[in-house]
T-cell receptor, first 110, second 118 residues
Framework: GQQVMQIPQYQHVQEGEDFTTYCNSS?????IQWYKQRPGGHPVFLIQ?????EVKKQKRLTFQFGEAKKNSSLHITATQTTDVGTYFC??????????FGRGTQLTVWP | NAGVMQNPRHLVRRRGQEARLRCSPM?????VYWYRQLPEEGLKFMVY????????ESGMPKERFSAEFPKEGPSILRIQQVVRGDSAAYFC????????????????FGPGTRLTVT
């Protein structure tokens, strides 16, 4: 079945450093979505990418969708303590269900 | 527009009891998903429902677990004869009807129900 792999599982950075998490799928995805879950909270939708090679930015966050629509990345420039949390990618399907990666847990040291 | 609501937020059950978790989707949303999350772990898909229909239950254990989304009222995730291994956070999410460009729409998550089995 469809699987979405995400690395790394954990990332510890000092405030001001950059951070990247990567997502890979075994099959071509219809779309890719990204979510953030703060400690003790629930996942919150960040963005959706649909087109091959698409790049979207939200302030310090840059999201990319690969040309083959099998991989994606989220890059945060100059991390802040408010960026702490777990970032999940999720691959979309034509059946409506999302396939979530395991997530990357980001810790930011002040 | 109220978000996705789940209740109870915390539920304690003894082994062998039943747990009923409720989810009211966002207004206008007709798709509901249930996920399970253990501490420090990812989201495990359980079931995808539309009104009165189970679309995909491939993530649901075959025994003791059931889900429904009736025509009226909230979606219910029911766990019979709970065991300690059922202790987890259970999240419900909803999404708008239809597909975006033929694919999944974004999902809006509720605050979760933290189930503890003693």
């Amino acid at each position: 079945g469809q699987q979405v792999m995400q690395i790394p599982q954990y990332q510890h950075v000092q405030e001001g450093e950059d951070f990247t998490t990567y997502c890979n799928s075994s099959t071509t995805l219809s779309n890719i979505q990204w979510y953030k879950q703060r400690p003790g909270g629930h996942p919150v939708f960040l963005i959706q990418l649909v087109k091959s090679g698409e790049v979207k930015k939200q302030k310090r966050l840059t999201f990319q969708f690969g040309e083959a629509k099998k991989n994606s990345s989220l890059h945060i420039t100059a991390t802040q303590t408010t960026d702490v949390g777990t970032y999940f990618c999720a691959g979309g399907s034509t059946l409506g269900r999302l396939y979530f990666g395991r997530g990357t847990q980001l810790t930011v040291w002040p | 527009n109220a978000g996705v609501m789940q209740n109870p937020r915390h539920l304690v059950r003894r082994r062998g009891q039943e747990a009923r978790l409720r989810c009211s989707p966002m207004k206008g949303h007709s798709h509901v998903y249930w996920y399970r999350q253990l501490p420090e772990e990812g989201l495990k898909f359980m079931v995808y429902l539309q009104k009165e229909n189970i679309i995909d239950e491939s993530g649901m254990p075959k025994e003791r677990f059931s889900a429904e989304f009736p025509k009226e009222g909230p979606s219910i995730l029911r766990i019979q004869q709970v065991v300690r291994g059922d202790s987890a956070a259970y999240f419900c999410a909803s999404s708008p009807p239809g597909l975006a460009g033929g694919s999944s729409r974004e999902q809006y998550f509720g605050p979760g129900t933290r189930l503890t089995v003693t």
